[in-house]
């Protein structure tokens, strides 16, 4: 009786041990994009950062072919100003090879404390 309860007891130990795993997301790009491009969703993560100035870049060509490869960039400027504010500047262009997309983005950020 005390072996079959301590090898259910073990079997349940490695269960609930392995289970603490940390899984990694599937989607690296996502974690990339909001990362170091992040003035382009939203002028509030100008403050987001530990350096005062930034630029990154973001690419992705899904495959390559002769004609149409579907791409993706991401170029991102952003520089906190003063301690009140941030400025950022963007560059984006989605090409699916019949449909292109392009744009920018310019974001002020200004902290107003409410006390």
């Known amino acids: 009786m005390k072996k079959g309860f301590f090898t259910i007891l ?18 690296f790009r996502q974690h990339n994009l909001t990362e170091y491009n992040s003035s382009l969703f939203s002028p509030v993560f100008g403050y ?18 002769v004609d149409t490869d579907p791409s993706t960039l991401f170029i991102n400027y952003s520089r906190i100003l003063n301690p009140e504010s941030a400025v950022g500047l963007g560059f984006f262009q989605h ?21």
Not at 60 to 65: F, P
Not at 96 to 115: D, K, P, R, S
């Open 95 to 115: 090409n699916t090879g019949t449909y292109l997309q392009t744009g920018g983005a310019i974001n002020y950020g200004y902290i107003l404390n409410l006390e």
């Open 10 to 27: 073990l079997a349940l130990g490695i269960t609930l041990g392995s289970a603490q795993d940390l899984v990694l997301p599937k989607d």
């Open 48 to 65: 987001d950062r530990n350096n005062p100035e930034s630029i990154a870049i973001w690419a992705r060509w899904q495959w390559q072919n």
